[in-house]
């Protein structure tokens, strides 16, 4: 899903949705409060809800492991490049 807006951090975004999730104001105030459009914080707080259950099913855990082996496995081959490079 694309709800991503150059110049907001992650952690900005989850604040933003977290309070649209708790209705303890509504969209119009938190676009106000913010300075977001309510169409964005709205796309947020969906995105967030989303993908709340992954958190605690381990899907990002193994992404996350998968994303270090990937790691792991190009420093390897940087390093036979750079020692290539030392021929």
């Known amino acids: ?18 309070e649209a999730a708790k209705q303890e104001k509504t969209i119009a105030q ?10 964005m914080i709205t796309k947020w707080k969906k995105h967030m809800l989303q993908e709340l259950p992954g958190i ?11 994303s270090e082996k990937l790691i792991e496995e190009l420093y390897r081959q940087i390093g ?4 290539l490079k030392k021929i």
């Open 30 to 39: 938190l676009s106000g409060l913010f300075g977001i459009h309510a169409n």
């Open 80 to 83: 036979q490049l750079d020692w």
């Open 1 to 18: 899903m694309g709800v991503n807006c150059r110049g907001h951090s992650a952690g900005f975004k989850a604040k933003v949705a977290l």
């Open 56 to 66: 605690f099913s381990g899907i990002h855990k193994r992404a996350n492991k998968d």
